[in-house]
Structure formats: structure tokens, C-alpha cells
């Protein structure tokens, strides 16, 4: 798998370069308004697909949503609190999302951990599409952000989430009772986690110093 990065132009002061990753056969790049019409399309084309797994939602088949919703997400990324990508084919036409990957709830202090999301459009399935992006972001967040954790979770009958996670190396870490209100219920959910096998522990004997006189 190619995970060249490539930068994005230089993000505000103490926020990372936007991320742009090249797999072998996918282009994932940070969510933007300019990706507004997509994502509606996008959601248009999975509202049966998505149904199931997802909680409810706004206006999601908007393209107007999407263009505040994602003008919103941009400040989050700057100040370090969210991550939301996109995976777009490398070749053929690019007027069709492949998947999506969230990173949101980054905490920093002891915790240093964040939430995982994603999915991935009901055509591209079965093809390790959503195996290919996710493998390329999360190396990407361990080592751009350097967090020590990420969880994600699923609905026990999820077979295909609870496959994929497992690859990706995630461990199953338990069981959480009525997690989520979806489909008109509230959800068991499965919750796994994978830690970051290069994480320094150093941040923090930097971060208890005491400052110079």
C-alpha cells in the first residue's frame, strides 16, 4: 500500500498540515465545504444502506447542510478537536464519495484518545476500500497527532464493522448497553480500541517541568 502524505498547505498556528494521503487505489483528504455536493449525493445514494447503523440525522441529503456542516468542521480541526476525511477514487470520475472517516472527541491530558467513525458507500463495499482509508488515516493520526488511543464501535450484528476492525488491529474491549438511539431503538454497541504502538510517553515528563526562573 502507497501511504505517501503529502501537505496540504500549512494549517493556523499549533493545528497540522491538512492531511492528503495517497493509498494504492484512493486520494483521502480533510472534508471541506468545496466536498458539500458529495457528501449530499452521498447520503442520497445510502439513505436505505446507512438506515441501520446510523443514529438520525438533519438534512443530510442537502447540499446547503453540508456546506455550514462542514464549514463548522474546520475550526474544530484547527483547534485540534475533530478530523473528518474523505476518500475519493484516484482514478476514473471523482463526483462520488468512497467513504468517510471521522476522528472527533480528541481529548488531550492522560487521556489522549479520540473517537473513530466511518463508512463507506453501499457500491464500494466488499473491495477493502474502507480497510485501505482507514489504515492510511489512523497511521496518519498516531503519527501527525500522536494520540495513544482511538476507539470505534459497532452493533453486534454488524459482521462486517466487527471484520474490519479486527484487521485493523483494534481489540474488543466490551460491551455497551443501549449505546445508541438508531433505526427506532436504543443499540447495544461493541467497543474496541487500538493503541498506538509508537506513542511517546515523554509529552508528559515535558508537560510536568517546572518553567525556568
Known sequence: MD????????GSAGAPPAPQLLTERLFVELATPAHAALHAAHFAANREHFRRWDPPRGAVESERYWSRAL????????????VRLVALPREGPADRLVARVNFTLIARGPFQSCMLGFAVDRDFEGRGLMFEALAASIDWLFDTLKLHRVQASHRPENERSRRLLARLGFAVE????????????WRDHVINAR?????DDSVFAASAAPAPD
Open 3 to 10: 501511504t505517501t502524505k503529502q501537505s496540504a498547505g500549512a
Open 71 to 82: 464549514a463548522g468542521a474546520l475550526p474544530e480541526f484547527e483547534a485540534g478537536q475533530s
Open 174 to 185: 466490551g460491551l455497551a448497553r443501549q449505546y445508541l438511539f438508531i433505526d427506532g431503538a
Open 195 to 199: 493503541l498506538n504502538p509508537r506513542f
